[in-house]
């Protein structure tokens, strides 16, 4: 059947059902191959699904406001609060909310960044996400693009000679945990320094979409007095694998903007959306609740392993392969098309990566190897030269 032809709305009859059953089953079909995005998928939700998936569920306006309309806003709170105390954030300077996925949580902190330096420039790294110079137009800001090594971490040095050349200028850095190729990290330790330094003075913001909560897990990457961290946005559906896109922005509850108390929906307006989903909020908490900060850590030791031993897998049959010591994604040579389109690979030119979320499997791993070995040239074992080969009886075609 074709899906776009059974669901056009035009249509006098429409088989609702069966539309329905081949967006499953093509879902279905393609999940053991599905290993190029970052979604884990061992984390079961029917309970919260099953529970509340038919209501709407609406968390209008601020988080820690008490009016308004507020139907898990309980849960949102403590899914802040956890992950506020998961970063070490100082308990009298933390905010944030449930956000729709890891780009409003960016727009939501470089708002609240921008409002307290009007005249920011925002510093980024070429390895940064899309949505970060999308974010600068957005507000309207100047950005100033950084360099960085192939690795795909920032470049200090070049981080330093663009703040200085605007050293008139407030600065705004986007720090990135985990970038979207590579996962590399930044080291936000540097550039917290070389902030300090900077006679506009600034915020650093941490892109932390993918590594933020596996890094936060390990005491890593923490947002205490001394990190000089002002804002972080991690995404809900990476790492927690959330059925629905979400993620969570804290900002320090200094640097935030106060928000316009709005008379019909009972709350102050501090959020980037009005009406928000809090569904995700609930899955989030669920997430959390069932797993704890332990489960957690096991599903990040889990899949930093299985990348480890991807890494050995592809390198054996003489592909290269690499990955950061943290990470769960695996950097390799873009393979032939067919085994990147079967295997969903993401793919920036001469790079390709897979991602070892938990709930992926060394089958799939296998697998995906074993098609991987089928697809690449084999180096040819030496001839023995003979006799022939002198006197020129033999050619060899390649
Ligand atoms: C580093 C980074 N930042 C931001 C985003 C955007 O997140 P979302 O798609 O949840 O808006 C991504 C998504 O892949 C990402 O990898």
């Known amino acids: 059947m074709d899906l776009a032809a059974a669901a056009d709305l035009s249509q006098d009859h429409i088989d609702v059902t069966a539309v329905l059953d081949q967006l499953v089953s093509g879902a279905d079909a393609s999940a053991a191959t599905t290993i190029g995005y970052p979604g884990a998928v061992d984390v079961n939700y ?19 406001d008490a009016g308004g309309i507020a139907h898990t806003r309980v849960l949102e709170r403590a899914v ?15 905010w944030g909310y449930v956000t729709t996925g890891g780009t409003e949580g960016n727009l939501a902190a470089l708002y609240a960044a921008g409002r307290r330096y009007a005249t920011a420039r925002i510093f980024y790294s070429r390895a940064a996400h899309y949505s970060i110079p999308k974010l600068v137009r957005v507000l309207g800001a100047h950005g100033v693009p950084v360099a960085a090594d192939e690795r795909g971490e920032m470049d200090y040095h070049d981080l330093a000679t663009q703040l200085h050349r605007r050293k008139r200028y407030p600065a705004i850095v986007v720090a990135t945990a985990g970038t979207t190729l590579t996962e ?3 080291d936000t330790a ?20 993918l590594s933020g909560i596996p890094l936060g897990l390990d005491g890593r990457l923490r947002l205490d007095d001394a990190a000089g961290i002002g804002s972080i946005a991690v995404s809900g ?11 969570v922005v804290l900002v320090g509850d200094t640097v935030r903007a106060p928000g316009q108390p709005v008379a019909y929906t009972g709350t102050s307006d501090t959020t980037i959306s009005g009406s928000r989903c809090g ?3 609930a899955l989030l908490w669920h997430a959390i609740a069932v797993q704890g900060r332990e489960g957690h850590r096991w599903r990040v030791v889990h899949a930093r392993e299985l990348a480890t031993y991807a890494v050995a897998r592809i390198t054996a049959i003489g592909w290269h392969a690499w990955r950061h010591d943290h990470a769960m994604t695996v950097v390799l040579d873009t393979p032939p098309a067919e085994v990147r389109t079967r295997w969903v690979l993401a793919t920036e030119g001469p790079v390709s990566h897979l991602i070892c979320m938990p709930g992926i499997t060394r089958t799939q791993i296998d697998a995906f190897v074993a098609d991987l070995a089928a697809a690449i040239p084999r180096p040819t074992a030496p001839r023995p030269r003979t006799p022939a080969d002198s006197i020129g009886l033999i050619t060899t075609t390649h």
């Open 46 to 64: 029917d309970a919260v699904l099953s529970r509340l998936g038919s209501r709407l569920w609406n968390n209008i306006g601020d988080p820690s």
């Open 80 to 94: 802040v609060a956890w992950m506020a105390d998961l970063f070490a954030m100082p308990p009298g300077d933390r």
């Open 184 to 186: 590399a990290v930044d």
């Open 190 to 209: 540097r550039i917290r320094d070389l902030l300090a330094a900077h006679p506009g003075g600034g915020h650093l913001h941490v892109d932390a979409a």
């Open 237 to 247: 559906h990476k790492v927690f694998g959330t059925p629905v896109p979400c993620g």
């Open 279 to 281: 569904l995700a909020a």
